[in-house]
C-alpha cells in the first residue's frame, strides 16, 4: 500500500519555505526521499533511519515519526534548483531489501 | 563509474509483441529493482533481486518476467505486450542494508516504452 504524501502540488516565490508529509499505514524501519527533475530519474536526498535523528542536506532537512508512521521534509529558503517532484519511500521493519514503496509524489514548483 | 544504465532508451511496439529491457551497474551491489513509473501514480516495483540467481516480486509483477544471471545486470522482459505496459520503466540499485545509509537507491536514466 503506498504511502501518502501531502500536499500533491505546491507553488512557492523564491526564498519561501515549504513542508511535504508522508504517511504510512505500516510500520515503518526507515524513510526514503528523492527528487526527480521533469524528464530525469530520481535522485536520493537522504533516509532516516528507525531511532536516528533528523538529518539535513544543505537546506532540506526532514524528520521521522515512528510512532505516528510518518516524515516531513522541510524545505527552507527554497532554490529555483528545488523544483521537482519529492517522492517519499518508506521500507518497512527489518530493513527495505524488497524494495521501496513509493508515495504518489509532490510537485513543487518554485517561482523567482 | 556509468553507474545504473539502461538500454533501450526508447521503444515503441505493437501490441502482442515481446521486448527485454536491460538494465547493468558497475557498483557491484546486491540489490537490483525494476519500476513503473505512470502519470500520477508515483513509482511501482515490478520486481527486484537481492542477489545473483534470485529474484522476486514487487508491487506489479503481472505481465512482465526478470533474470539475473550476473550480479551487475537484470533483465526485465515483457513477453506479450499490452497497451497498458506503456510506462517508463526505470532500473535502479543498490548495496547491503545495514541501517548505515548503504540502502540508497541508485536509479538508472529509465526507459520510455509505448505499446501501440
Known amino acids: 500500500q503506498q504511502p501518502v504524501q501531502s500536499p500533491q502540488a505546491v507553488i512557492l516565490r523564491e526564498g519561501e519555505d515549504a513542508v511535504i508529509n508522508c504517511s504510512s499505514s505500516?510500520?515503518?524501519?526507515?524513510v526514503h526521499w528523492y527528487r526527480q527533475k521533469h524528464g530525469e530519474a530520481p535522485v536520493f536526498l537522504m533516509i532516516?533511519?528507525?531511532?536516528?535523528e533528523q538529518k539535513g542536506h544543505d537546506k532540506i532537512s526532514a524528520s521521522f515519526n515512528e510512532k505516528k508512521q510518518q516524515s516531513s521534509l522541510y524545505l527552507t529558503a527554497s532554490q529555483l534548483s528545488y523544483s521537482g517532484t519529492y517522492f517519499c519511500?518508506?521500507?518497512?521493519?527489518?530493513?527495505?531489501?524488497?524494495?521501496?514503496?513509493f508515495g504518489k509524489g509532490t510537485h513543487l514548483i518554485i517561482q523567482p | 563509474n556509468a553507474g545504473v544504465t539502461q538500454t533501450p532508451k526508447f521503444r515503441v511496439l505493437k501490441t502482442g509483441q515481446s521486448m527485454t529491457l536491460l538494465c547493468a551497474q558497475d557498483?557491484?551491489?546486491?540489490?537490483m529493482y525494476w519500476y513503473r513509473q505512470d502519470p500520477g501514480m508515483g513509482l511501482r516495483l515490478i520486481h527486484y533481486?537481492?542477489?545473483?540467481?534470485?529474484?522476486a516480486k514487487g508491487e506489479v509483477p503481472d505481465g512482465y518476467n526478470v533474470s539475473r544471471l550476473k550480479k551487475q545486470n537484470f533483465l526485465l522482459g515483457l513477453e506479450s505486450a499490452a497497451p497498458s505496459q506503456t510506462s517508463v520503466y526505470f532500473c535502479?540499485?543498490?548495496?547491503?542494508?545495514?541501517?548505515?545509509?548503504?540502502?540508497?537507491?541508485?536509479f538508472g536514466p529509465g526507459t520510455r516504452l509505448l505499446v501501440l
Open positions: 535502479a540499485s543498490s548495496g547491503q542494508y545495514g541501517g548505515g545509509g548503504q540502502e540508497t537507491q541508485y
Open positions: 505500516k510500520a515503518l524501519y526507515s
Open positions: 532516516l533511519l528507525k531511532g536516528g
Open positions: 519511500g518508506p521500507s518497512r521493519a527489518g530493513g527495505g531489501a524488497d524494495g521501496l514503496t
Open positions: 557498483m557491484n551491489h546486491e540489490y
Open positions: 533481486s537481492v542477489g545473483e540467481g534470485t529474484t
